[in-house]
């Protein structure tokens, strides 16, 4: 498959990267910051020793520092959209959705996503657990994040994480990216903005 097709996604209207290395995610675990190395479906999992244990707090960083994972994972047949039920004249039950396949020639542990939505002056940040991925055996990823912020206009960052490390993720063209894909959804005439 041509790398041309890698990346090519529905409702986007153009790409947007970062110039910056790699990133990890952070968790406030007690009274320290720690460094998220895995996902168990939305919470995270930092290591105590060499054992992973669940953080039940929601205080994220997301920061910068080192190098990217040499690794190439695919973002393979993106599909992203908002959704909401119109009521009276005003929305209600919004909704962000992304689905994708992640593909990979390597065995990877503890793969997860980190989904950052920036919504108007308002932003959140999402965590979801993708698990293992086998070499050449693509795995479905499919979220939905309610959004109770009030502006449809925005974009989100994607990053793709396997132990804590970032991995770069190449463009549209297969050229080595960033570890993150900035994304406007939902493109009309050129302009990019989530929802509508």
Not at 10 to 24: E, I, K, T
Not at 130 to 151: C, G, I, T, W, Y
Request: charge should be negative; aromatic fraction near 10%; include cysteine.
């Amino acid at each position: 498959m041509k790398f041309s097709c890698i990346l090519s996604l529905l409702l986007f209207a153009c790409w947007a990267p970062r110039a910056a290395g790699q990133h990890y995610l952070a968790v406030k675990d007690g009274e320290k910051m720690s460094v998220v190395v895995a996902a168990h479906d939305i919470s995270p999992l930092v290591l105590h020793g060499d054992k992973l244990e669940q953080v039940h707090a929601m205080r994220f960083a997301l920061g910068q520092g080192g190098e990217y994972l040499p690794l190439f994972v695919a973002i393979r047949h993106p599909d992203v959209r908002t959704t909401y039920l119109s009521m009276n004249g005003h929305e209600i039950n919004k909704e962000f959705h992304l689905y994708c396949e992640l593909e990979t020639a390597y065995s990877l542990k503890h793969v997860f996503v980190v989904i950052v939505l920036h919504l108007g002056n308002d932003s959140g940040l999402f965590l979801f657990e993708v698990a293992d991925l086998e070499p050449r055996d693509p795995r479905p990823f499919n979220v939905k994040v309610p959004m109770d912020m009030e502006s449809k206009l925005g974009r989100y960052d994607l990053y793709l994480f396997s132990g804590g490390g970032n991995f770069s993720i190449p463009d549209a063209h297969g050229r080595d990216g960033c570890g993150a894909r900035s994304h406007g959804a939902g493109a009309h005439q050129g302009r990019q903005r989530l929802g509508g």
